[in-house]
């Protein structure tokens, strides 16, 4: 029998959908054209807030502030379903003195009932959380294997089969056929490659990030952010610095000169780092969208075609709170 729901991609978007809506008893299955959450969600930050949340539309902070409460149970109720640990962690997040546009923090933060300190030495969110986004996905991973839905890696959806006003049908590149009552886009950046052959879709285009990440441990237990820049701490020591936000298309090539230039930024940041080489660097497609907003809901022209993409760069902390409005689309 064919199942009610099936989900076009597994990055946290995808899964964190398909969590809620089996939890809602429907059947559902998940096709990704590769690993489970090995794109934007893999590469990411993990940080659970907008970076300058004065910078942004309101719609933003709104989805953030509602993904970020939602983060503390959810991330309980998935270590305990699945054994592994998210590593969700209130750690706090400094932004340092010369950043551009602080001088909105103090009153946006009192606008939006937002905890924060002024310091000496930057301004403080005390209640900015991180989660470690590999974890995450394979936690999420096994909590839905054991709810019983089917995470079809390496099936890349190619098409979709009409029926009158309806989809019937996804289509594979291997030519499989997949029938399912709704379907619902989740493929990131890629959204719209996916969508814009047979449907409208909204404007969605890969935005690059590269990355470095460092064996650091004991330099900071809280996330430092300047120009763009953050440096987010780790359980085990390690150390990311992201990122940049490049045009390239589809290129997730890395260049060794930009990883030159977040270096040098990040150890003007925390001169601990000057002397120690990155061990890992790598570069993430985020899912693009005007104003970073997602677009989550029912498709105009299709009725049983849903979307839940462009969630651009704050996909992760988004994830639950967009997850429950799909699901609420839906049914
Ligand atoms: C460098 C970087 C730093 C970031 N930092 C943060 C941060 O600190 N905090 C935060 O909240 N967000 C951050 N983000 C943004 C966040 O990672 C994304 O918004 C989020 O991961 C988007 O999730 P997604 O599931 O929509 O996309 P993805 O994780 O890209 O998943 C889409 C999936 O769809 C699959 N797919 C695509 N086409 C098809 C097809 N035709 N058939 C089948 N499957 C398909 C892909 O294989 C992929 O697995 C960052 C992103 C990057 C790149």
């Given amino acids: 029998m064919s199942p009610d729901i099936a989900i076009i991609g597994a990055g946290v978007v995808g ?4 969590y809620v809506l089996a939890g809602t008893g429907r059947s559902v299955i998940v096709l990704d054209r590769g690993e489970a959450g090995m794109e934007a969600s893999w590469a990411g930050g993990g940080i659970l807030s907008p970076l300058l949340p004065w910078d942004y539309p309101e719609e933003v902070s709104l989805l953030a502030a509602r993904g970020a409460a939602l983060y503390p149970d959810w991330t309980r109720e998935l270590h305990d379903a699945s054994g592994i640990d998210p590593e969700y962690r209130k750690c706090g997040m400094k932004i340092l003195p010369g950043n551009r546009s602080l001088e909105k923090a103090g009153p946006w933060c009192e606008a939006h009932q937002t905890p924060h300190l002024a310091l000496d030495d930057g301004f403080m969110l005390p209640d900015v959380a991180q989660v470690r986004n590999p974890r995450l996905i394979r936690s999420l991973r096994a909590a839905l ?4 839905v089917s995470i079809l890696t390496h099936h890349e959806v190619a098409s979709f089969e009409r029926c009158g006003d309806r989809i019937s049908a996804l289509l594979t590149s291997k030519g499989e056929r997949f029938a399912a009552g ?10 719209r490659v996916l969508l814009e052959p047979a449907f409208s879709s909204p404007e969605i285009y890969p935005v690059r990030g590269q990355m470095l990440l460092f064996d650091a441990p004991g330099l900071t237990d809280t996330i430092l952010l300047r120009d763009e820049i953050y440096l987010v701490p780790r359980r085990d020591g390690h150390l990311l610095v992201g990122s940049t936000l490049e045009y390239a298309g589809f290129d997730k090539s890395v260049s060794a000169e930009v990883g030159r230039q977040l270096h040098r930024k990040a150890a003007e940041m925390l001169p601990g780092l000057e002397n120690l080489q990155p061990v890992r660097h790598w570069a993430g497609l985020r899912p693009g969208s005007p104003g970073n907003l997602p677009t989550i809901g029912r498709h105009p022209e299709i009725p049983n075609l849903y979307l839940n993409c462009g969630h651009f760069r704050y996909g992760v902390t988004m994830a639950p709170e967009c997850a429950r409005m799909l699901s609420s689309a839906l049914t």
Avoid: D, Q
């Fill in 182 to 191: 709704n379907f619902v886009v989740c493929a990131g950046a890629w959204s």
């Fill in 145 to 148: 294997e054991k709810m019983g």
């Fill in 15 to 18: 899964l964190s959908s398909a």
